[in-house]
């Protein structure tokens, strides 16, 4: 049973910068896609990135984030990393990190992840 635990979260102006970190324990990733998602109030959880934790493949972005948001992987410390630019009030949201999910082309279905991490708020302010 692998865990995910994110941090980094917190209140940003519009233009600023964040870097949420998501440390896996309990069980091996090496063969797992790893990557974030999130769900802005009263919608729908939706993909944001995504590795293969091995770097084979990736990484993935969806457009809206696409130039601004950068994923990154540690494996010696089990961290996947999510540096976000070029902040935005639409991307106010709670993110989550996700293992162990497949890739529909440059998407990813939140339906189909296996593992959660309990979610950090990121909050831009205009």
């Known amino acids: 049973q692998v865990q995910l635990v994110e941090s980094g979260g917190g209140l940003v102006q519009a233009g600023g910068s964040l870097r949420l970190s998501c440390v896996a324990s309990g069980g091996t990733v090496s063969s797992y896609t790893v990557g974030w998602f999130r769900q802005a109030p009263g919608k729908e959880r939706e993909f944001v990135t995504a590795?293969?934790?091995?770097?084979?493949?990736?990484?993935y972005y969806a457009e809206t984030v696409k130039g601004r948001f950068t994923i990154s992987r540690d494996p010696a410390k089990n961290t996947v990393y999510l540096q976000m630019n070029g902040l935005k009030p639409e991307d106010t949201a709670v993110y989550y990190c996700?293992?162990?999910?497949?890739?529909?082309?440059?998407?990813?279905?939140?339906?189909?992840?296996?593992?959660w991490g309990q979610g950090t708020q990121v909050t831009v302010s205009s």
């Open positions: 590795i293969t934790w091995s770097a084979s493949s990736g990484p």
């Open positions: 996700a293992a162990q999910f497949p890739m529909w082309g440059s998407r990813a279905p939140a339906a189909q992840v296996k593992y």
